[in-house]
């Protein structure tokens, strides 16, 4: 089994949807998560750090269920600017920082 | 604001051949880590250092080699140049603690012929 695993997708939604992404990860140890964007061709880049009581910046709010040990990112008023790749990441006491296969989203007019 | 600093940007290699990636970074971090990515996949950790002297294998080790004699230097070596090692390569960093920002290069591209 991946240490962190997502649905691949591609996720087709037409602008002003509502989206939403699930990550899992098999290290309870993990002690730190993130969502990242990656642009075609470049690299990835810090959308949210994912803390234990939720966060929200704008219109991205990241959850996270250590219960279950999955972390969500939902899009909410989708631009054609949001088509991308999106990465969750786990950080573990190990200090090796484990990405996820990657969640590939297209904003459609 | 340099950052984090990869080269080359892109280079084809010969099966068999050797090289060396380089990557800078001038922000003082401990730690700093090399990925790989084939196209329409994920980052997979080749190696990764949490200081200067210090290196760890990550989860696809095999094929390349690391040093780290500074704490802003992390080259990568490729010794015997394979196919499978065509794929996009990407420098990063962070601050000791965990949850910190993670820095990236802009990545090397390279084919191997």
């Known amino acids: 089994r991946k240490e962190v695993e997502q649905d691949p997708g591609p996720f087709n939604v037409p602008e002003g949807a509502t989206v939403a992404f699930n990550c899992t990860y098999s290290?309870?140890?993990?002690?730190?998560f993130f969502w990242y964007r990656q642009d075609c061709r470049k690299e990835p880049k810090l959308l949210m750090s994912?803390?234990?009581s939720g966060n929200e910046d704008g219109r991205f709010t990241a959850q996270l269920n250590r219960a279950s040990q999955y972390i969500s990112l939902l899009i909410r008023d989708s631009k054609l600017s949001d088509s991308a790749t999106y990465l969750c990441?786990?950080?573990?006491?190990?200090?090796?920082?484990?990405f996820g296969g990657g969640t590939r989203l297209m904003v459609k007019p | 604001n340099a950052g984090v600093t990869q080269t080359p940007k892109f280079r084809i290699l010969k099966i068999g051949q050797s090289m060396t990636l380089q990557c800078t970074q001038d922000?003082?971090?401990?730690?700093m880590y090399w990925y790989r990515q084939d196209p329409g996949m994920g980052l997979k950790l080749i190696y990764y250092?949490?200081?200067?002297?210090?290196?760890d294998k990550g989860e696809v080790p095999n094929g390349y080699n690391v040093s780290r004699s500074t704490t802003e230097d992390f080259p990568l070596r490729l010794e015997l140049a394979a196919p499978s090692q065509t794929s996009v390569y990407f420098c990063?960093?962070?601050?000791?603690?965990?949850?910190?920002?993670?820095?990236f290069g802009e990545g090397s591209w390279l084919t191997v012929v």
């Open positions: 990063a960093s962070t601050e000791r603690r965990a949850g910190n920002t993670i820095y």
């Open positions: 290290n309870s140890a993990s002690q730190s």
């Open positions: 994912v803390y234990s």
């Open positions: 990441a786990t950080h573990n006491a190990g200090n090796m920082l484990t």
């Open positions: 922000m003082n971090h401990n730690y």
């Open positions: 250092s949490v200081g200067a002297g210090i290196t």
